[in-house]
Structure formats: C-alpha cells, structure tokens
C-alpha cells in the first residue's frame, strides 16, 4: 500500500458508498440490504472499540456464563452479541436471526420485522482475546419472500442461498471484507473518520498457495486424506518447495490470509470430532461463500460445502478451503482413498 499517496487521496470509497453504487445496479432494490449493512457496520464498529478498550475497561476475563457449545463466555462475547442483537433487530430489517451464543433462535418482533435472516459469530476467536490475538465477527444473510414470518426452516437450507456473508477482523487494523454476491471487497477502519474506505477491492484469491493451515496438534486423529495432504506439504513427492505452516487458531485471521496470500485452510473431521469443530451457519458457509466468490473452493471431505443443507442451527462441518488448486488436490486425495 502506497500510504503517501493514501494520505493525499480525496475520492474516498466508504462502504456505505460502495454498498450504495451495488444497490444501484439492482432497480427493484428498496435499499433495505443497505440499511442492514449500515448496522452491521455499526455493531463491528462498537465491538472493534470495545475490543481494543478491552485491557483497560477490564473487560477481559471470564463472564461466569458457558454458551451452547459448553464453552467458557467471555465478557466480550456476552457484550458483542447483545450489540449485534440489538443493532440487528432496531434496523426494522431483520426477521429471523441466529448467534453462536444463543441457543435458541431470535424471532424479532412484528412491528420491526423485515424481510432478511442473519446468522453471525459476533466474537469468533474469543480464547484468544486475552492474548490480543486478532478475533473478529462473522456473518451471513439470507433473503425470505415478501410477508413470509420467518421460522428456523428457513435458515436450514444450502449455502448457496445465502445473498451476503461477510467478517470484520479486529486485528492490528480493523478490516471489513464483503460479498453481496459479486466480488468480494476489504474496507479497513479510518479510526479518524470513523468510515470503513475500500482498501482491497476485487478480492482474487491466489489459484494455488505457499501456505496451509490446520490445527496439527489433531494429527493422530486425522483421517487418511488430511494426513496424506498435510505430508505432501511438507514433503511434496513432485521436488517442489514444501508448504509453509500458518495457523492463528482464529477463523476470521486465517481465513483472512488465506483471501489474500493464498494457501488452504482446513479444520477437517478427526476420530474424536467426525463433524470436526466449525460451525456450519456462521462459520462454514459464510467463509465458504467468500472463499467461492474470491475464485477458490470451499470443501467438507464429502462436497462442495455451499451446498451442504444443516438439519439444527448448531451444527458443525469439516471444512477445507482456500485456493483453487490446493482444495482441488484435497478432493482428489478424498477421492482416491474413498474416504
Ligand atoms: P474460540 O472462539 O473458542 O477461540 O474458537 C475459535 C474457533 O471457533 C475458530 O475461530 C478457529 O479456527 C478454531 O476454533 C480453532 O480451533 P482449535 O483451537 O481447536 O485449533
């Protein structure tokens, strides 16, 4: 990035901007996509602030609460998710949402119902908060039919039918990346203007990576596949350069290098998890839809995982993604060994 010249810009693209000028491509859209965007938008921007807050508000530290996976709820998890709820339901958009720390569904009330679905991971990454490792927020949206009330069914449905996914990685800048189903643009935070400004347009992601990126710490419980791909990075049989190893153990940062640098990321199935750990609504499909609109694949050992259909809101999915040729070289391994 070129920050002298950045410094003389005055042509800012802000992602409401840019939201704007997709929007105005579509002339049957009422705007309402936008609105609930400009919400989201605000609620990363509350979590980003409260993120880096976090050590002098002493805000780190256990709530004294687990969520629905058994896990141990941070104070910023309880604060995020309340924020994301909130900023969700008062945009009068929303019908239906689902939230990692909620167990159940949240129907919004009728007189603040739209037409749109969002299921999110307002904290993603939280063991990592009191480390100051990069976490972030994740988040994919559905469309209903006009005057349809909305019901859990209509979230357990394909990926594919998502119209929007997106993640704000709260790192040493804060970073929005965003697909309405196009391409997929990376808006960072001005904290001076307070604006996301489009710093990554047209995401591409690498055809093959130098990278991969696992928790290899499961190794003994891999299946013969992730094993036999995780060697060949290390010891590729063709003479090439053996891959690097990259792994934060946060989704949003991972994923985000892996957008840009190429490489794969994976969370695969083991003899302990044979869902393996990432969850299907708020983790999985939104990545997956962002891997898959950049250029690259996303995977579960079994299929494409877009179109993979969940039967609860909770559940979980191996996942391989990344670029196109790494995650093709998955599949073929998946393949032959009839796994
Ligand atoms: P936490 O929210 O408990 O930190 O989990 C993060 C996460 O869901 C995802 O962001 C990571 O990719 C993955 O779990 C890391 O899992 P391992 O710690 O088992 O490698």
């Given at each position: 990035?070129?920050?002298?010249?950045?410094?003389?810009?005055?042509?800012?693209?802000?992602?409401?901007?840019?939201?704007?000028?997709?929007?105005?491509?579509?002339?049957?859209?009422?705007?309402?996509?936008?609105?609930?965007?400009?919400?989201?938008?605000?609620?990363?921007?509350?979590?980003?602030?409260?993120?880096?807050?976090?050590?002098?508000?002493?805000?780190?530290?256990?709530?004294?609460e687990?969520?629905?996976?058994?896990?141990?709820?941070?104070?910023?998890?309880?604060?995020?998710?309340?924020?994301?709820?909130?900023?969700?339901?008062?945009?009068?958009?929303?019908?239906?949402?689902?939230?990692e720390?909620?167990?159940?569904?949240?129907?919004?009330?009728?007189?603040?119902?739209?037409?749109?679905?969002?299921?999110?991971d307002?904290?993603?990454?939280?063991?990592?908060?009191?480390?100051?490792v990069?976490?972030?927020?994740?988040?994919?949206?559905?469309?209903l039919?006009?005057?349809?009330?909305?019901?859990v069914?209509?979230?357990?449905?394909?990926?594919?039918?998502?119209?929007?996914?997106?993640?704000?990685?709260?790192?040493?800048?804060?970073?929005?990346?965003?697909?309405t189903g196009?391409?997929?643009?990376?808006?960072?935070?001005?904290?001076?203007?307070?604006?996301?400004?489009?710093t990554?347009?047209?995401?591409?992601?690498?055809?093959?990576?130098?990278?991969?990126?696992?928790n290899?710490?499961?190794?003994?419980?891999?299946?013969?596949?992730?094993?036999?791909?995780?060697?060949?990075a290390?010891?590729?049989?063709?003479?090439?350069?053996?891959?690097?190893?990259?792994?934060?153990?946060?989704?949003?940062?991972?994923?985000?290098?892996?957008?840009?640098?190429?490489?794969?990321f994976?969370?695969?199935?083991?003899?302990k998890?044979?869902?393996?750990?990432l969850?299907?609504?708020?983790?999985?499909?939104?990545?997956?839809?962002?891997?898959?609109?950049?250029?690259?694949?996303?995977?579960?050992?079994?299929?494409?995982a877009?179109?993979?259909?969940p039967?609860?809101?909770?559940?979980?999915?191996?996942?391989?993604?990344?670029?196109?040729?790494?995650?093709?070289?998955v599949?073929?391994?998946?393949?032959?060994?009839?796994?």
């Amino acid at each position: 990035m070129d920050h002298a010249a950045d410094a003389q810009r005055t042509d800012l693209m802000t992602l409401t901007r840019h939201v704007l000028n997709e929007q105005s491509k579509h002339p049957e859209a009422r705007g309402d996509l936008t609105i609930l965007l400009n919400h989201i938008v605000l609620g990363c921007k509350f979590v980003c602030s409260a993120v880096n807050k976090a050590g002098l508000a002493k805000l780190i530290g256990l709530a004294g609460e687990t969520n629905v996976q058994g896990e141990e709820q941070k104070k910023l998890d309880v604060l995020s998710n309340q924020v994301f709820v909130k900023a969700l339901t008062s945009s009068g958009r929303t019908n239906v949402l689902v939230s990692e720390e909620d167990e159940e569904a949240i129907f919004v009330p009728e007189k603040l119902r739209g037409r749109y679905c969002v299921v999110f991971d307002p904290l993603d990454g939280s063991s990592n908060i009191d480390c100051g490792v990069s976490i972030g927020t994740i988040f994919g949206i559905y469309m209903l039919e006009a005057g349809k009330a909305g019901t859990v069914d209509d979230l357990l449905k394909a990926g594919t039918s998502m119209v929007a996914a997106g993640y704000c990685m709260y790192g040493s800048s804060c970073t929005l990346v965003l697909s309405t189903g196009e391409d997929v643009n990376g808006f960072t935070l001005d904290p001076s203007l307070g604006e996301f400004i489009l710093t990554h347009p047209h995401i591409r992601i690498p055809e093959k990576g130098k990278i991969y990126s696992v928790n290899e710490g499961n190794a003994k419980n891999w299946d013969e596949p992730t094993t036999k791909f995780v060697e060949k990075a290390k010891f590729p049989e063709d003479g090439s350069s053996p891959k690097s190893l990259r792994y934060i153990g946060s989704m949003v940062a991972d994923v985000h290098r892996t957008l840009l640098y190429g490489g794969i990321f994976m969370y695969p199935a083991d003899k302990k998890s044979p869902n393996g750990k990432l969850r299907v609504l708020y983790e999985v499909f939104p990545m997956s839809f962002l891997v898959e609109k950049a250029g690259g694949q996303a995977f579960t050992g079994k299929q494409r995982a877009l179109e993979l259909v969940p039967k609860k809101i909770h559940e979980r999915s191996p996942i391989f993604l990344g670029s196109y040729d790494d995650v093709e070289e998955v599949k073929e391994l998946y393949k032959q060994y009839g796994a």
